[in-house]
């Protein structure tokens, strides 16, 4: 079965406060979303990867990051839209027309594992859709207001949800038309497949598997990536 991958790479990165898109910060001396699109150009499984950036800078994700990349003739460029569900949308038009499976991933998460991503497609397979997750560590709060606590939700329920996520590739395609029509905005893929009543299985995500969103996350980042090259024990 054909599988194409999406890496949603066309925000600002305004929370990030540091005059520079989070998909281009250099994280041990390479840009962030470098390091997700080569683990999925190495694995034999995905046939394309959907890159969508901001608009306008094609020239500099070809000159710059995508220069010395192996397996680059797998990538095909896409400008994003306005909002991230627009971006992907956009990438699914992108993607070839024999595609079966499609997986999403968010390139300013750079620590995505072959393994996470062979999960994911896998259960995505059997069961329609699948989305990494990992437990909820933290005791967590609900409040309608932001001042008084309603309810506490039972921890061993929750799960922190991430990416990579895979679908079907007719039901994503069908979800986001459905939610365009409906004028309905959606966090992250998985949840216009629950929109439509559709369950979404979930596979093994990883604690490191972070997202940079803030300039706290950049240290962080940075202490994985060393321990991934094996600079830090």
Same mark, same amino acid.
């Given at each position: 079965m054909s599988v194409t991958a *999406? %890496?949603?790479?066309a925000g600002s990165g305004?929370?990030?406060? @540091?005059g520079e898109k989070k998909q281009y910060i250099e994280i041990c001396g390479k840009p %962030? *979303?470098?390091?997700? *699109?080569e683990v999925l150009l190495k694995m034999d499984e995905i046939e394309s990867v959907v890159l969508v950036i901001p608009e306008g800078d094609r020239m500099r994700v070809e000159n710059d990051l995508l220069n010395n990349i192996c397996g680059k003739? =797998? *990538? @095909?460029? %896409?400008?994003?839209g306005a909002s991230r569900q627009e971006s992907v949308a956009r990438g699914i038009l992108a993607a070839p027309a024999e595609t079966?499976?499609?997986l999403v991933h968010d390139g300013a998460r750079p620590f995505v594992t072959e393994e996470m991503v062979s999960e994911c497609i896998k259960k995505a397979k059997l069961h329609g859709a699948c989305s990494a997750a990992v437990p909820v560590k933290d005791t967590i709060k609900y409040s309608s207001d932001g001042l008084t606590v309603d309810s506490t939700p039972e921890r061993g329920c929750l799960f922190i949800i991430q990416t990579p996520q895979a679908f079907d590739f007719d039901l994503i395609k069908k979800a986001h038309e =459905?939610? $365009?029509? $409906?004028?309905? $905005?959606?966090?992250d893929d998985a949840m216009l497949v629950e929109a439509m009543g559709e369950k979404v299985a979930l596979s093994k995500g990883s604690y490191g598997n972070i997202k940079l969103t803030s300039p706290e996350d950049v240290p962080f980042a $940075?202490?994985?990536?060393?321990?991934?090259?094996?600079i830090l024990e």
């Open positions: *999406i %890496v949603a790479a305004t929370r990030m406060g @540091i %962030v *979303i470098a390091y997700s *699109i003739e =797998k *990538i @095909i460029i %896409v400008n994003g079966e499976t499609l =459905k939610a $365009e029509a $409906e004028g309905f $905005e959606g966090t $940075e202490i994985l990536a060393a321990r991934q090259r094996g």
